[in-house]
């Protein structure tokens, strides 16, 4: 009665697995962009901090 009620008849059904390892890789890779873009905005943070400090330490323009 379960399987009626699920609509299972032989098994899983080879269209949904296809489209649920096709969804499963799709969010491997949006995890992948994620840590990508993640540590470039690291980095571009911390040269932006780097080039704030250096333009604090100049001496201040002749007014």
């Known amino acids: 009665m379960a399987k009626a009620l699920l609509g299972h008849v032989g098994g899983p059904d080879p269209r949904m697995v296809s489209e649920m390892r096709r969804l ?9 962009e994620l840590t990508r873009l ?3 905005n690291a980095e571009l943070a911390g040269n932006r901090d780097e080039e704030f400090t250096r333009l604090q330490d100049r001496e201040p ?3």
Do not use: G, K, P, Y
């Open 38 to 40: 993640q540590a470039q």
């Open 61 to 63: 323009a002749l007014t």
């Open 24 to 32: 499963q890789q799709r969010i491997r890779d949006l995890e992948a």
